[in-house]
């Protein structure tokens, strides 16, 4: 079946880069999504990339897809101590428009 | 808009007693999930809708039921309540096609 993984923990010095890495494995998926959850909060989204994509930037935000390996990975630039949260991939398959699997989340932990 | 609200926000409950939790968005979505996060697990879908009146199983339904009378609205029960389903439960709405969007959590102690 479908799984998406994710590391659980990553911790990095206040304004270096960050980079959490997902792997999946239905390769027939058409979204997929990075959420941020923080403490006490449900899940926010982040940021998406369509699969014909490689890339995709937004501000300190970078989303790279690698569709032949499946992994994605979300690259945070000059990480502030408010990027401390857990960061869910998810991944949106074309077997039916509501099933969405998650990853376990990484637990980002920015030291001062 | 309030976007997608939770009612409440905490409960404990003793084993064997029941309890709804009430999940209502103003965004006019189709589609309506449960989920419980639970340490290490991520989320995992208890039941979703796919519009008013209907409803369906997702990963692990056993223990929960559902409802859907209202598009806004999406209940989940718990008829008799064990400590196995001690978690936070997150409800999330989307159009058909796109990402979803969460309700802050409940979080359910069962002793």
């Known amino acids: 079946g479908e799984d998406v993984e994710q590391s659980l923990f990553l911790s990095v010095r206040e304004g270096d880069s960050s980079v959490i890495n997902c792997t999946y494995t239905d390769s027939s998926s058409t979204y997929l999504y990075w959420y941020k959850q923080e403490p006490g909060a449900g899940l926010q989204l982040l940021t998406y990339?369509?699969?014909?994509?490689d890339m995709k930037q937004d501000q300190r935000l970078t989303v790279l897809l690698n569709k032949k390996d499946k992994h994605l990975s979300l690259r945070i630039a000059d990480t502030q101590t408010g990027d401390s949260a857990i960061y869910f991939c998810?991944?949106?398959?074309?077997?039916?428009?509501?099933?969405?699997?998650f990853g376990t989340g990484t637990r980002l932990k920015v030291l001062a | 808009n309030a976007g997608v609200t939770q009612t409440p926000k905490f409960r404990v409950l003793k084993t064997g007693q029941s309890m709804t939790l009430l999940c209502a968005q103003d965004?006019?979505?189709?589609?309506m999930y449960w989920y419980r996060q639970d340490p290490g697990m991520g989320l995992r879908l208890i039941h979703y809708s796919v519009g008013e009146g209907t409803t369906a199983k997702g990963e692990v339904p056993d223990g929960y039921n559902v409802s859907r009378l209202k598009k806004q609205n999406f209940l989940l029960g718990l008829e008799s309540a064990a400590p196995s389903q001690t978690s936070v439960y997150f409800c999330?709405?989307?159009?058909?096609?796109?990402?979803?969007?969460f309700g802050p959590g409940t979080r359910l102690t069962v002793t």
């Open positions: 990339i369509f699969s014909n994509m």
């Open positions: 998810a991944e949106r398959g074309t077997s039916g428009t509501y099933k969405y699997i």
């Open positions: 999330a709405s989307s159009y058909p096609t796109a990402e979803q969007y």
């Open positions: 965004m006019n979505h189709e589609y």
